[in-house]
């Protein structure tokens, strides 16, 4: 196999991370929305906790962003 | 497509400075950091040069940020957090400043560069990792056993802890870059199908509003992303300062 589409092909196979941080964005925020409704007045508190997750769980993405970058164009 | 949406992050010289043998040259990222540090000592110097009992609006703002990060330091370390305080509030400023500077057009990101970043990790790790040895000596090392875990565990606790450990530079710092750098190369692209759905007529021009709308949505975004990114690197030092302080969890 030719070296270039052998590197898009492994670049487009790094971004299946996604599936995994789909499922973790639509647990915090279905989670968060569920104890929410629940009990309104507890949100507020746990809010700056959501954003965390959020937030690291994002990072996964990109970590998985990274690795497509450097099959791209460091290797 | 006549621009790459990685171009933004080039980095060019502006004045060579070679010390025995050592490239320092001035670049535009050297440039924008020291922007970054001059605008948010004018904030702070300048919201609190009055320092009035009722404060004004620039005061409020500079209390605002201050408060913030105190309450974060002394929720998460507690009253022994005090004298890490102002390194704390440093790094939370000025990578909120670089972040938040970065969003400006023709502007450049310095938190989009991993080595910035990297090094900004690394001096937390050392930091972290000489005030915990510095305050409990071998003792530190009670980090890397959980307490409560059965004997026959450990030979697989303790590596697991160990490596754990150690990443935690890398996970710090890719995490602000990778950020700045995805949500930045994003809007580019998405600006680039601006550019070539209006250059096929006005049929094009029609199109073009959806990506116009979505960078609009998407500057929104990474300004949120631009704080919160500040914010969680401040509160996982917070973290981290916990865990060398209090070892035995």
């Known amino acids: ?75 | 497509m006549a621009h790459s949406p990685l171009e933004q992050f080039e980095i060019n010289p502006i004045a060579p400075i070679n010390i025995g043998g050592v490239d320092a040259t001035f670049t535009n990222s050297s440039l924008m950091m020291v922007i970054v540090v001059a605008l948010v000592t004018l904030f702070l110097t300048g919201g609190m040069r009055k320092s009035a009992m009722v404060p004004g609006r620039w005061q409020t703002m500079v209390e605002l940020a201050y408060e913030f990060v105190a309450g974060m330091v002394k929720e998460n370390v507690g009253n022994e957090g005090k004298p890490y305080f102002p390194f704390i509030f440093t790094l939370f400023m000025f990578i909120l400043g670089a972040n938040l500077l970065g969003m400006i057009p023709y502007s450049f990101t310095v938190t989009s560069h991993i080595i910035v970043t990297f090094a900004l990790a690394a001096v937390v790790f050392l930091g972290v990792t000489f005030i915990g040895f510095i305050k409990h000596g071998l003792g530190f090392l009670k980090l890397f056993v959980p307490g409560g875990a059965p004997l026959w565990l450990l030979p697989l606790i303790v590596p697991i802890e160990v490596l754990s450990y150690l990443t935690r530079p890398i996970s710090l710092s890719v995490r602000l870059f990778a950020n700045m750098l995805a949500g930045h190369l994003m809007m580019k692209v998405f600006a680039g199908f601006i550019v070539s759905l209006g250059s096929i007529g006005i049929a094009g021009y029609f199109g073009a509003v959806l990506p116009f709308a979505f960078n609009i949505f998407m500057t929104g975004l990474e300004i949120l992303v631009a704080f919160l990114q500040a914010y969680v690197f401040a509160i996982l030092t917070c973290i981290y300062l916990n865990d060398a302080m209090h070892p035995s969890h």
């Open chain 1, 1 to 75: 196999m030719e070296l270039e589409a052998a590197k898009a092909i492994g670049a487009g196979i790094a971004t299946i991370a996604l599936a995994g941080v789909g499922i973790g964005l639509g647990n915090i925020f279905g989670s968060f929305l569920n104890g929410a409704l629940r009990n309104p007045s507890a949100a507020p508190k746990v809010f700056g906790n959501l954003l965390l997750g959020f937030a690291l769980t994002e990072a996964v993405a990109l970590f998985a962003l990274v690795i497509a970058f450097i099959i791209l164009f460091v290797l």
